[in-house]
């Protein structure tokens, strides 16, 4: 069964520093990646997806994909306060099941 | 652009209360999904719909029960409310036909049910 665990459970920055958050899954053969973010009290909105291995930059948002190392993370160029929110991976194996993360809950310092 | 309505927001219920929480979308999406959010766990699919009156049950589907009675809406059932249990249970819709969507998931902004 997939396993999806997301580091660091919390993560301050300052205004303006790139912000960092990892995604790790056990099933190599996974297919389908999206990062969502959730402020809080509301639902989540996707943020950026990816399929293959390399790069997927969208807006300030950018998903990095690594199959051997089983990781893909999500870098925020110059997060504002407003990015302070759960941001949570999801990840689509072969059998098309999708198993979300646990998240990661950051904040932005202004 | 479409949006999905998620009734009641918060919802109070009683040990062993049968408690009903409605979800709305206006996407004309195939696909909707029940979702349960613990702190801590993520999120833990309950049920999904891939059309009109069929139930696909999830992971979580034990102790509810749902019902697509048209395209727009997905109800789902707490069949006996478990005492001191909180979460929030979000709605999803997708528009691929089946059931684990390749495609993006639009969320509701969610039910917080508490159980006293």
């Known amino acids: 069964q997939q396993k999806v665990q997301q580091s660091p459970e919390s993560l301050t920055v300052s205004e303006g520093a790139m912000a960092s958050l990892n995604c790790t899954f056990s099933d190599r053969s996974s297919d389908n990646f999206r990062w969502y973010r959730q402020h809080s009290g509301k639902g989540l909105e996707v943020l950026v997806s990816?399929?293959?291995?390399g790069e997927k930059e969208e807006g300030s948002f950018t998903a990095h994909l690594n199959r051997a190392s089983l990781h893909v993370f999500l870098h925020i160029r110059e997060p504002q306060p407003s990015d302070s929110a759960l941001y949570l991976c999801a990840v689509r194996d072969m059998g098309y099941k999708l198993t979300f993360g646990t998240g990661t809950s950051l904040l932005v310092d202004p | 652009g479409g949006i999905i309505t998620q009734t009641p927001k918060f919802l109070i219920g009683q040990e062993g209360q049968k408690l009903t929480l409605k979800c709305q979308q206006n996407f004309n999406h195939d696909t909707m999904y029940w979702y349960r959010q613990d702190s801590g766990k993520g999120l833990r699919l309950i049920y999904y719909s891939i059309t009109e009156n069929d139930l696909q049950k999830g992971d979580l589907s034990e102790g509810y029960d749902a019902s697509r009675e048209k395209k727009s809406s997905f109800s789902l059932t707490v069949t006996s409310a478990q005492k001191n249990e909180m979460a929030v249970f979000l709605c999803?819709?997708?528009?691929?036909?089946?059931?684990?969507?390749?495609?993006?998931?639009?969320f509701g902004s969610g039910t917080r049910l508490t159980v006293l």
């Open positions: 990816i399929f293959s291995d």
């Open positions: 999803a819709s997708s528009i691929a036909k089946q059931g684990w969507s390749a495609e993006t998931l639009y």
